[in-house]
Nanobody, 126 residues
Framework: QVQLVESGGGLVQAGGSLRLSCAAS????????MGWFRQAPGKEREFVAAISWSGGSTAYAESVKGRFTISRDSAKNPVYLQMNSLKPEDTAVYYC???????????????????WGQGTQVTVSS
């Protein structure tokens, strides 16, 4: 059973930055795309960003484009989410996920991800 562990969350002022990390319990994660989702209180879980297994393709939600960057060193651990220019509306629990997803259009589909972390809280104060 693969486990994903997120870290790097915390409290930051609006305009600040945080970097989230996601580490898997295996040395390499070949053929698995990695995604970040978030869930704010009272809201549905939503897609944030994803990266292909090779790191060559990325996708972002419109709300974070230009502010967040997802990265990975090929199929090696970990996967990062650099979050800049944070806004209060970015406040949520952020989840890392992994799945054998090969189509760019499918990155947003949470049901295709096989493994999920337990989440890390990000709070942005105004």
């Amino acid at each position: 059973q693969v486990q994903l562990v997120e870290s790097g969350g915390g409290l930051v002022q609006a305009g600040g930055s945080l970097r989230l990390s996601c580490a898997a319990s295996v040395r390499t994660f070949s053929n698995y795309a990695m995604g970040w989702f978030r869930q704010a209180p009272g809201k549905e879980r939503e897609f944030v960003a994803a990266i292909s297994w090779s790191g060559g393709s990325t996708a972002y939600a419109e709300s974070v484009k230009g502010r967040f960057t997802i990265s990975r060193d090929s199929a090696k651990n970990p996967v990062y989410l650099q979050m800049n220019s944070l806004k209060p509306e970015d406040t949520a629990v952020y989840y890392c996920a992994a799945g054998r997803i090969y189509s760019y259009r499918d990155y947003v589909r949470a049901e295709l991800y096989e493994y999920w972390g337990q989440g890390t809280q990000v709070t942005v104060s105004s």
